[in-house]
């Protein structure tokens, strides 16, 4: 496993704007598949964005066209950047990372290392 670290986590209000980062805890050469999920108070962990090594992405339908996932794999770099946020949005947010290229998506049981979280908190 590969500890990851996540920051940029913060509060804003309905509408603003926050970039999440995530990279290793120590420069790692190779990096599968990535992907943020979330964990809203008393709600499952669920699935927000995905990149496979080649950069290909998914999203969950209620952060389409809102949220924006990418990677730096020369930085060893995960980025989220979230716009037009709403309540709805707060959470902990984790970056995960799977052991392989092809990508299991939004199914976190695919992820092989996790970071410990960074609480993002959208007031109205």
């Known amino acids: 496993q590969v500890q990851l670290v996540e920051s940029g986590g913060g509060s804003v209000q309905t509408g603003g704007s926050l970039r999440l980062s995530c990279e290793p805890s120590?420069?790692?050469?190779?990096?599968?598949?990535m992907a943020w999920f979330r964990q809203g108070e008393e709600k499952a962990r669920e699935g927000v964005a995905s990149?496979?090594?080649?950069?290909?992405?998914k999203y969950a339908d209620s952060v389409k066209g809102r949220f924006t996932i990418s990677r730096d794999d020369a930085k060893n770099t995960l980025s989220l950047q979230m716009d037009s946020l709403k309540p709805d949005d707060t959470g902990l947010y984790y970056c995960?990372?799977?052991?392989?290229?092809?990508?299991?998506?939004?199914?976190?049981?695919?992820?092989?290392?996790w970071g410990q979280g960074t609480q993002v908190t959208v007031s109205s």
């Open positions: 120590k420069y790692t050469a190779g990096l599968g598949s």
């Open positions: 990149i496979t090594c080649g950069g290909t992405t």
């Open positions: 995960a990372l799977s052991n392989f290229c092809n990508s299991p998506g939004l199914n976190p049981t695919g992820y092989a290392s």
